[in-house]
Protein backbone atom coordinates (compact mmCIF):
# COMPACT_ATOMS: atom_id res chain seq x y z
CA UNK A 1 0.00 0.00 0.00
CA UNK A 2 1.53 3.58 -1.18
CA UNK A 3 1.67 6.30 1.29
CA UNK A 4 -0.29 9.23 0.99
CA UNK A 5 2.87 11.08 1.38
CA UNK A 6 5.08 8.85 -1.60
CA UNK A 7 1.55 9.60 -3.43
CA UNK A 8 1.95 13.13 -3.34
CA UNK A 9 5.73 13.85 -3.45
CA UNK A 10 6.74 11.08 -6.07
CA UNK A 11 3.94 9.15 -8.03
CA UNK A 12 1.78 12.40 -8.47
CA UNK A 13 4.62 14.42 -10.27
CA UNK A 14 5.76 11.33 -12.08
CA UNK A 15 2.40 10.67 -13.53
CA UNK A 16 2.10 14.39 -14.01
CA UNK A 17 5.50 14.11 -16.31
CA UNK A 18 4.48 11.33 -18.09
CA UNK A 19 0.79 13.16 -19.17
CA UNK A 20 3.09 16.08 -20.35
CA UNK A 21 5.03 13.49 -22.69
CA UNK A 22 2.52 13.57 -25.83
CA UNK A 23 2.61 17.36 -25.65
CA UNK A 24 6.56 17.78 -25.15
CA UNK A 25 6.85 15.06 -28.32
CA UNK A 26 4.61 16.94 -30.57
CA UNK A 27 6.13 19.98 -29.83
CA UNK A 28 9.76 18.38 -31.12
CA UNK A 29 8.18 17.41 -33.75
CA UNK A 30 6.89 20.97 -34.97
CA UNK A 31 10.47 22.22 -33.67
CA UNK A 32 12.20 19.80 -35.77
CA UNK A 33 13.92 18.85 -32.90
CA UNK A 34 16.83 16.01 -33.61
CA UNK A 35 15.64 15.80 -37.02
CA UNK A 36 11.89 14.74 -36.23
CA UNK A 37 9.41 16.08 -38.87
CA UNK A 38 5.49 15.77 -39.27
CA UNK A 39 4.91 14.57 -43.06
CA UNK A 40 3.28 15.95 -45.13
CA UNK A 41 0.36 17.00 -43.14
CA UNK A 42 1.49 18.68 -40.67
CA UNK A 43 -1.55 20.02 -39.26
CA UNK A 44 -3.79 17.03 -39.59
CA UNK A 45 -0.79 15.04 -37.78
CA UNK A 46 -0.85 17.73 -34.71
CA UNK A 47 -4.48 17.15 -34.54
CA UNK A 48 -5.19 14.05 -34.54
CA UNK A 49 -2.20 13.37 -32.00
CA UNK A 50 -3.98 15.65 -29.43
CA UNK A 51 -7.13 14.48 -30.17
CA UNK A 52 -6.17 11.03 -30.02
CA UNK A 53 -4.30 11.57 -26.28
CA UNK A 54 -7.55 13.38 -25.22
CA UNK A 55 -9.24 10.57 -25.87
CA UNK A 56 -7.13 8.13 -24.16
CA UNK A 57 -6.85 10.60 -21.42
CA UNK A 58 -10.45 10.32 -20.90
CA UNK A 59 -10.61 6.68 -20.51
CA UNK A 60 -7.63 6.65 -18.22
CA UNK A 61 -9.75 8.77 -15.85
CA UNK A 62 -12.65 6.58 -16.18
CA UNK A 63 -10.04 3.44 -15.66
CA UNK A 64 -9.50 5.10 -12.16
CA UNK A 65 -12.97 4.05 -10.10
CA UNK A 66 -13.13 0.21 -11.53
CA UNK A 67 -9.40 -0.05 -10.93
CA UNK A 68 -10.24 1.05 -7.25
CA UNK A 69 -12.40 -1.39 -7.20
CA UNK A 70 -10.75 -4.44 -8.49
CA UNK A 71 -7.47 -3.67 -6.27
CA UNK A 72 -9.59 -3.01 -3.02
CA UNK A 73 -7.51 0.40 -2.02
CA UNK A 74 -8.22 4.01 -2.27
CA UNK A 75 -4.70 5.36 -3.91
CA UNK A 76 -5.94 5.50 -7.82
CA UNK A 77 -8.43 8.43 -6.76
CA UNK A 78 -5.33 10.70 -6.46
CA UNK A 79 -4.19 10.75 -9.72
CA UNK A 80 -7.65 11.23 -11.31
CA UNK A 81 -8.10 14.72 -11.21
CA UNK A 82 -4.63 14.65 -12.94
CA UNK A 83 -5.73 12.73 -15.69
CA UNK A 84 -8.80 14.57 -15.71
CA UNK A 85 -7.15 18.10 -16.14
CA UNK A 86 -4.89 16.61 -18.92
CA UNK A 87 -7.35 14.82 -20.96
CA UNK A 88 -9.36 18.86 -20.88
CA UNK A 89 -6.10 20.41 -22.19
CA UNK A 90 -5.16 17.59 -24.74
CA UNK A 91 -9.20 18.02 -26.34
CA UNK A 92 -8.76 22.13 -25.54
CA UNK A 93 -5.42 21.84 -27.97
CA UNK A 94 -6.81 19.72 -30.05
CA UNK A 95 -9.73 22.18 -30.82
CA UNK A 96 -7.54 25.17 -30.60
CA UNK A 97 -5.35 23.48 -33.59
CA UNK A 98 -8.21 23.39 -35.42
CA UNK A 99 -9.47 26.94 -34.86
CA UNK A 100 -6.04 28.32 -35.14
CA UNK A 101 -4.01 26.29 -37.87
CA UNK A 102 -6.71 25.04 -39.66
CA UNK A 103 -9.35 27.43 -39.73
CA UNK A 104 -7.50 30.45 -38.97
CA UNK A 105 -9.62 31.85 -36.99
CA UNK A 106 -12.19 32.37 -39.80
CA UNK A 107 -15.62 32.06 -36.88
CA UNK A 108 -18.22 31.94 -39.84
CA UNK A 109 -16.49 28.82 -41.29
CA UNK A 110 -15.78 27.37 -38.19
CA UNK A 111 -19.53 27.71 -37.21
CA UNK A 112 -20.86 26.57 -39.95
CA UNK A 113 -18.75 23.74 -39.87
CA UNK A 114 -19.40 22.72 -36.57
CA UNK A 115 -23.74 23.16 -37.20
CA UNK A 116 -23.10 21.20 -40.50
CA UNK A 117 -20.81 18.33 -39.68
CA UNK A 118 -21.87 15.90 -37.15
CA UNK A 119 -18.64 14.42 -35.79
CA UNK A 120 -17.73 18.29 -34.99
CA UNK A 121 -20.87 18.78 -33.47
CA UNK A 122 -20.37 15.71 -31.32
CA UNK A 123 -16.74 16.95 -30.95
CA UNK A 124 -17.60 19.97 -30.01
CA UNK A 125 -20.39 18.74 -27.58
CA UNK A 126 -18.14 16.47 -25.88
CA UNK A 127 -15.57 19.73 -25.37
CA UNK A 128 -18.13 21.72 -24.05
CA UNK A 129 -19.38 19.55 -21.65
CA UNK A 130 -16.05 18.66 -20.24
CA UNK A 131 -15.53 22.66 -19.35
CA UNK A 132 -17.65 22.73 -15.77
CA UNK A 133 -15.70 19.33 -15.16
CA UNK A 134 -12.55 21.50 -15.58
CA UNK A 135 -13.56 24.42 -13.81
CA UNK A 136 -15.19 22.57 -10.47
CA UNK A 137 -12.31 20.37 -10.61
CA UNK A 138 -10.67 21.52 -7.24
CA UNK A 139 -10.90 20.72 -3.76
CA UNK A 140 -12.75 23.63 -2.68
CA UNK A 141 -15.44 23.65 -5.47
CA UNK A 142 -15.68 19.83 -4.69
CA UNK A 143 -16.08 20.81 -0.81
CA UNK A 144 -19.07 23.80 -1.85
CA UNK A 145 -20.56 21.72 -4.13
CA UNK A 146 -21.17 18.31 -2.12
CA UNK A 147 -23.42 15.69 -3.58
CA UNK A 148 -23.94 17.36 -6.73
CA UNK A 149 -19.72 17.67 -7.68
CA UNK A 150 -20.30 14.05 -7.84
CA UNK A 151 -23.46 13.96 -10.41
CA UNK A 152 -22.09 16.78 -12.07
CA UNK A 153 -18.51 15.06 -12.40
CA UNK A 154 -20.88 11.89 -14.34
CA UNK A 155 -20.57 14.27 -17.24
CA UNK A 156 -17.55 12.31 -18.37
CA UNK A 157 -19.34 9.88 -18.94
CA UNK A 158 -21.09 11.62 -21.68
CA UNK A 159 -18.01 13.15 -23.28
CA UNK A 160 -16.31 10.12 -22.97
CA UNK A 161 -19.18 8.17 -25.42
CA UNK A 162 -19.34 11.31 -27.67
CA UNK A 163 -15.90 11.67 -28.13
CA UNK A 164 -15.65 8.03 -29.10
CA UNK A 165 -18.43 8.92 -31.31
CA UNK A 166 -16.73 11.83 -33.12
CA UNK A 167 -13.58 9.42 -33.33
CA UNK A 168 -15.78 6.73 -35.40
CA UNK A 169 -17.47 9.56 -37.41
CA UNK A 170 -14.41 11.32 -38.72
CA UNK A 171 -12.83 7.78 -39.32
CA UNK A 172 -13.14 7.24 -43.32
CA UNK A 173 -11.90 3.85 -44.07
CA UNK A 174 -10.75 1.15 -41.01
CA UNK A 175 -13.16 1.87 -38.22
CA UNK A 176 -11.03 -1.10 -35.81
CA UNK A 177 -9.16 1.69 -33.46
CA UNK A 178 -12.47 3.42 -32.97
CA UNK A 179 -14.19 0.35 -32.45
CA UNK A 180 -11.32 -0.88 -29.89
CA UNK A 181 -11.96 2.42 -27.98
CA UNK A 182 -15.73 2.02 -27.97
CA UNK A 183 -15.19 -1.33 -26.63
CA UNK A 184 -12.78 0.09 -24.01
CA UNK A 185 -15.23 2.31 -23.05
CA UNK A 186 -17.89 0.00 -22.76
CA UNK A 187 -16.15 -2.23 -20.45
CA UNK A 188 -15.33 1.11 -18.17
CA UNK A 189 -18.85 1.82 -18.30
CA UNK A 190 -20.58 -1.38 -17.53
CA UNK A 191 -18.50 -1.95 -14.59
CA UNK A 192 -20.38 0.80 -12.97
CA UNK A 193 -23.77 -0.87 -13.88
CA UNK A 194 -22.36 -3.63 -12.49
CA UNK A 195 -20.85 -2.53 -9.51
CA UNK A 196 -24.62 -0.27 -8.79
CA UNK A 197 -26.33 -3.21 -9.20
CA UNK A 198 -24.23 -5.78 -6.87
CA UNK A 199 -24.32 -2.39 -4.51
CA UNK A 200 -27.85 -3.15 -4.30
CA UNK A 201 -27.90 -6.95 -3.60
CA UNK A 202 -28.83 -7.79 0.07
CA UNK A 203 -25.50 -9.99 0.22
CA UNK A 204 -22.81 -7.02 -0.38
CA UNK A 205 -24.78 -4.38 1.41
CA UNK A 206 -24.56 -7.17 4.56
CA UNK A 207 -21.02 -7.53 3.72
CA UNK A 208 -20.61 -3.66 3.89
CA UNK A 209 -22.06 -3.99 7.22
C1 LIG B 1 -13.60 15.83 -26.05
C2 LIG B 1 -13.38 16.38 -27.23
C3 LIG B 1 -12.70 15.70 -28.38
C4 LIG B 1 -12.05 14.51 -28.47
C5 LIG B 1 -11.83 13.48 -27.38
C6 LIG B 1 -11.59 14.38 -29.83
C7 LIG B 1 -10.89 13.30 -30.32
C8 LIG B 1 -10.52 13.13 -31.63
C9 LIG B 1 -9.88 11.96 -32.17
C10 LIG B 1 -9.51 10.73 -31.35
C11 LIG B 1 -9.68 12.17 -33.48
C12 LIG B 1 -9.04 11.20 -34.49
C13 LIG B 1 -7.55 11.15 -34.33
C14 LIG B 1 -6.94 10.12 -35.27
O1 LIG B 1 -7.44 9.93 -36.39
O2 LIG B 1 -5.93 9.52 -34.87
C15 LIG B 1 -10.20 13.47 -33.81
C16 LIG B 1 -10.18 14.03 -35.08
C17 LIG B 1 -10.64 15.28 -35.37
N1 LIG B 1 -11.22 16.16 -34.49
FE1 LIG B 1 -11.59 15.83 -32.53
N2 LIG B 1 -11.97 15.50 -30.54
C18 LIG B 1 -12.65 16.32 -29.70
C19 LIG B 1 -13.19 17.54 -30.00
C20 LIG B 1 -13.07 18.16 -31.22
C21 LIG B 1 -13.56 19.48 -31.52
C22 LIG B 1 -14.27 20.40 -30.55
C23 LIG B 1 -13.24 19.73 -32.83
C24 LIG B 1 -13.51 20.95 -33.65
C25 LIG B 1 -14.62 21.57 -33.63
C26 LIG B 1 -12.56 18.57 -33.35
C27 LIG B 1 -12.09 18.44 -34.64
C28 LIG B 1 -11.50 17.32 -35.17
C29 LIG B 1 -11.10 17.18 -36.55
C30 LIG B 1 -11.24 18.24 -37.64
C31 LIG B 1 -10.55 15.90 -36.68
C32 LIG B 1 -10.02 15.25 -37.94
C33 LIG B 1 -8.60 15.65 -38.16
C34 LIG B 1 -8.13 15.02 -39.45
O3 LIG B 1 -8.39 15.58 -40.49
O4 LIG B 1 -7.53 13.93 -39.38
N3 LIG B 1 -12.48 17.63 -32.35
N4 LIG B 1 -10.70 14.03 -32.68
Known amino acids: MLS ?18 PMVWIVLQIFAVGGLGLGPNPIEEIQDWLG ?21 QHWPVRFRRMLGRFAFTYCLAHFLTYVVLDQSFDWSAIIEDITERPYLTIGFAAL ?29 YVAGIAGCWHFYWQVKK ?12 TVLLGARVV ?6 TPTASKERG
Open 4 to 21: LHTIHRVWIPVGFIICLL
Open 52 to 72: IWGLRLIMMTLTVTPFRWLIR
Open 128 to 156: VLMVPLAITSSHSWRRKLGRRWQILHRLI
Open 174 to 185: DVTEPLIYIAIL
Open 195 to 200: HQLYAR
